[in-house]
């Protein structure tokens, strides 16, 4: 073979043709490389022990009314939404994994700080967006159930959060006109974004249920001191 005939990549020259930058993930390809890196890494958790007197705290400088506003304005992308709502739940990122077969990249993530009872229904960081924006039933299916299990868990008393904390900024919400499942989602996050900002941030679980406990007694005997037929309703 002269020498100008092209070589052969090493299985080591392979790898590192795929190059990894922060979060971002930069993909090279070369001519002789038979198979392609995937488009998107594939979520890969490591099992931990959840300590309850640790709490979640995120920098309050990626909550403020700016930063939701930031969110709803489509200002910042689909993929810092996520990521966002993710560490407010108790993700975090703790590397990435490389299939040199194939070349495919898997993100890693420990989620010893992750609510347990929303960790049993999803074990990986969901998509609460649909950032492939394809909206067909069998791909968009995961994505509208991950953010609808996310506003379920917002208690009554905050869903209107979102609206009121936002007004003073000149938001009054979306017109039917021009609405898209993108605008719905990101509004939804970020009225679970408020919500943590003002009620979890920064405070261990085992806190948070005592406090749960106290709403719960305050609100039977509230209820027992009721006249008959005015007991509060509620679905929790």
């Known amino acids: 073979m002269s020498s100008s005939s092209p070589s052969r990549l090493s299985p080591s020259r392979r790898t590192r043709a795929l ?26 958790s490591t099992a931990a022990t959840f300590d309850p007197s640790k709490p979640i705290v995120v920098d309050d400088a990626l909550l403020t009314n700016e ?41 890693m993530w420990d989620t010893a700080q992750v609510f347990p009872n929303w960790l049993k229904r999803f074990p990986e960081p969901p998509d609460f967006l649909g950032v492939k924006r394809d909206y067909r039933p069998e791909i968009d299916a995961p994505v509208k159930a991950a953010c609808s299990a996310l506003v379920r868990s917002i208690p009554a ?38 919500f943590f900002r003002e009620e979890l941030n920064g405070v261990p679980l085992e806190e948070l249920i005592r406090r749960k406990q106290q709403r719960a007694e305050e609100e039977e005997k509230e209820q027992v001191e009721r006249p008959t037929g005015t007991a509060k309703q509620g679905v929790v």
């Open 19 to 44: 190059v990894v930058v922060g979060q971002r993930k930069t993909h090279i390809r070369r001519a002789s490389t038979s198979k392609a890196a995937a488009a998107t890494p594939t979520p890969t």
């Open 157 to 194: 008393e905050h869903k209107q959060g979102l609206k009121q904390q936002l007004k003073e900024l000149g938001w009054t919400g979306f017109t039917l006109d021009g609405l898209t499942p993108n605008k719905t989602r990101r509004a939804q996050v970020a009225n679970w974004l408020i």
């Open 67 to 107: 930063a939701m506003l930031a969110i709803v304005n489509q200002e910042v992308s689909d993929a810092h939404v996520n990521e966002l709502a993710w560490s407010c739940l108790g993700y975090a990122r703790n590397g990435y994994d490389l299939d040199t077969d194939d070349l495919t990249v898997k993100e």
